[in-house]
């Protein structure tokens, strides 16, 4: 993650880059035991960012779809 971004502000976009990264190095198997379990935690909080992302995402669509609703009512 760059030194500029922070679990708060991450994108989407940002947290499933740098997931994809950390996937990598664990599946590269190049790392230490103290480093994997490292990366599996912050990998962790990726995916926790990620899906809170696509959660508000879905809520945004619901409520954009029953405004349609209503206003086709």
């Known amino acids: 993650m760059s030194n500029d971004t922070?679990?708060?502000?991450?994108s989407y976009e940002q947290a499933?880059?740098?997931l994809a990264i950390v996937v990598n190095q664990?599946?590269?198997g190049t790392t230490t035991?103290?480093?994997s379990l490292a990366l599996w935690e912050r990998g962790e909080k990726l995916v926790a960012i990620c899906e809170q992302w696509l959660s508000n995402a879905r809520e945004r669509i619901?409520?954009?779809?029953r405004q349609s609703?209503?206003?086709s009512d």
């Open 69 to 71: 609703a209503v206003s």
């Open 6 to 10: 922070t679990e708060e502000t991450m």
């Open 33 to 35: 035991l103290e480093e």
């Open 16 to 18: 499933r880059d740098e």
């Open 62 to 65: 619901e409520a954009v779809r």
């Open 26 to 28: 664990l599946e590269a």
